[in-house]
């Protein structure tokens, strides 16, 4: 596949095929996503290394992350993990949400394994720790919505 190296479909080779069609599925039908205005934007995020951007969006009520909507391209690695970034917190309180982007960031730059805190999807990317130049591809939504929290809720 000539074409997979720029997507990063030669490291997904590499991992279990269980979770390779969790990323995959992500990929293709990735949750939350769709185009967003500039000034719905709260956090941007990009990653140079790899020509990945993020966008996004989210609004609160009641404390709890009501909506949460993501936009961007690059790698498939960046916009799998956007995916499963917006599955996991919405619906989540704030501190839930900053506590589980924390265990997120931790467990892909090994400091941590990915345990039962972590969704079973967000775990299909922890064979990607074994390429250090791709965990900024899965970090960076997250830490976009870290950003994006911030001017939510100051
Ligand atoms: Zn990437």
Partial sequence: MP??????FSVMDDLDQLYQDILMDHYKHPRNREVLCDDEVLADEENPLCGDQIRISARLQDGRIAEIR???????ISQAS???????LKGKT??????????FIR???????????????V?????????????????????SMRHALAKLSP
Avoid at 70 to 76: I, L, N, R, V, W
Avoid at 94 to 103: F, K, S
């Fill in 70 to 76: 993501f936009d961007g391209k690059g790698c498939a």
């Fill in 82 to 88: 956007a995916s499963m970034m917006t599955e996991t």
């Fill in 123 to 143: 775990r299909a990317l922890n064979g990607v720790r074994k390429y250090p130049i791709r965990i900024k591809c899965a970090t960076m939504s997250w830490r």
């Fill in 107 to 121: 467990a892909m730059r090994g400091e941590r394994d990915f345990a039962d805190d972590l969704p079973d999807d």
């Fill in 3 to 8: 074409s997979g190296k720029r997507n990063g």
């Fill in 94 to 103: 704030v501190e839930e949400a900053h506590t589980l982007i924390e265990q």
